[in-house]
């Protein structure tokens, strides 16, 4: 099964026509001042010979988004066995990153070490996030998960101001693939009361072979525990409400019951860039200091397994009505 194996690693290659490959890492500072995105991708379109690299920059305290291009011949993949990328000068892997980035008067600099990362657990119908769907071909896009929690070590220089990450938090996932689904949302959150406590939720219309359908997946780790839930594991969502301040979501499988809100109002959303046939023209209205309130239920006793607030939350929407469950 070759790389497809490991979700983690490079996807792709530089010569497909219509393809983009992205990693999402989140950093937190220990007093939650500083709370960023950092995206290093490719986006390939050949037709169009617009195939560049770029890092996206995303500070979710003042909601405003950087998009750092650089020539393609800028992007290496420095391994086929683990997820050791790099960009220019900027280098990215499950154990640090680097960066040296000086565009349009925007200035990064420094390293972070990742200490102790929690990667997804390897089974063989089930090498990452997305089960035995990372096996199928022909799906315009998959996503992974590199790192569900893990401490940071080390400081970064943006525009001349020293930030001390020492003690924070990151977290890691990646999406690759041809284009974005046309509607999805998305949320995650590693600051929880409970250190030992990280989550994520997507949902996305799925367009295969000529049909779409409504795909799901949910990973919850919590004291060294995995909980999943998603369309290949035939769990189901009960109940997805979209409201103007909260999103309130159940899914449910035989065993479990979760069941979370996520709070929108007053959260300001920084825009990215997202890929359509490997061109970078559409957008993603992303925040990253909403707040979750968590509970999974075992469902046989009725007893309540979490329950927790997590903050620092990421949340994505896009065109949330035609996900909802049909009754």
């Known amino acids: 099964m070759g790389r497809r194996s490991k979700p983690e690693v490079f996807q792709g290659d530089l010569k497909?026509?219509?393809?983009?490959?992205?990693?999402?890492?989140?950093?937190?500072?220990?007093?939650?001042d500083h709370i960023y995105a950092i995206i290093p991708a490719i986006a390939l379109n050949r037709k169009e010979q617009s195939s560049h690299a770029f890092i996206q920059f995303l500070d979710g305290v003042n909601a405003t988004a950087e998009y750092f291009k650089f020539p393609l011949e800028d992007f290496q993949n420095l391994s086929t066995e683990q997820f050791e990328i790099q960009i220019g000068k900027n280098y990215f892997s499950l154990d640090r990153i680097q960066l040296e980035?000086?565009?349009?008067?925007?200035s990064i600099k420094g390293s972070l070490e990742y200490v102790d990362p929690v990667p997804w657990p390897k089974k063989f119908l089930q090498p990452g996030v997305m089960g035995w769907f990372s096996y199928m071909p022909f799906m315009e896009t998959?996503?992974?998960?590199?790192?569900?929690?893990?401490?940071?070590?080390?400081t970064l220089t943006i525009n001349g101001k020293e930030i001390n990450f020492n003690n924070g938090k990151g977290y890691i996932e990646k999406d690759w693939g041809k284009s974005f689904p046309s509607a999805w949302i998305w949320t995650q959150s590693n600051h929880f009361s409970n250190p030992n406590l990280s989550f994520m939720f997507s949902i996305a219309k799925i367009p295969f072979l000529g049909m779409n359908f409504n795909g799901f997946l949910s990973a919850l780790w919590h004291e060294g525990n995995f909980y999943k839930f998603a369309t290949y594991t035939r769990a189901k969502v009960k109940t997805l409400d979209i409201e103007p301040d909260n999103l309130h979501i159940i899914v449910e499988d035989k065993?479990?019951?979760?069941?979370?809100?996520?709070?929108?109002?007053?959260?300001?959303?920084?825009?990215l860039k997202a890929p359509q046939e490997g061109v970078m023209t559409g957008h993603i209205a992303e925040s990253i200091n909403s707040k979750i309130k968590l509970r999974l239920f075992d469902k046989k006793n009725e007893s309540i397994i979490i329950d927790d607030l997590g903050v620092n939350a990421g949340l994505e929407?896009?065109?949330p009505e035609s996900l909802k469950p049909k009754k």
């Open 317 to 319: 929407i896009k065109d």
């Open 255 to 271: 065993k479990y019951r979760l069941d979370f809100e996520v709070a929108k109002k007053g959260i300001g959303s920084g825009l």
């Open 101 to 106: 980035i000086d565009q349009d008067n925007f």
């Open 16 to 32: 497909k026509k219509f393809y983009f490959e992205g990693w999402y890492n989140k950093i937190v500072d220990k007093p939650t």
């Open 142 to 154: 998959y996503h992974g998960m590199v790192s569900m929690n893990h401490e940071i070590q080390g």
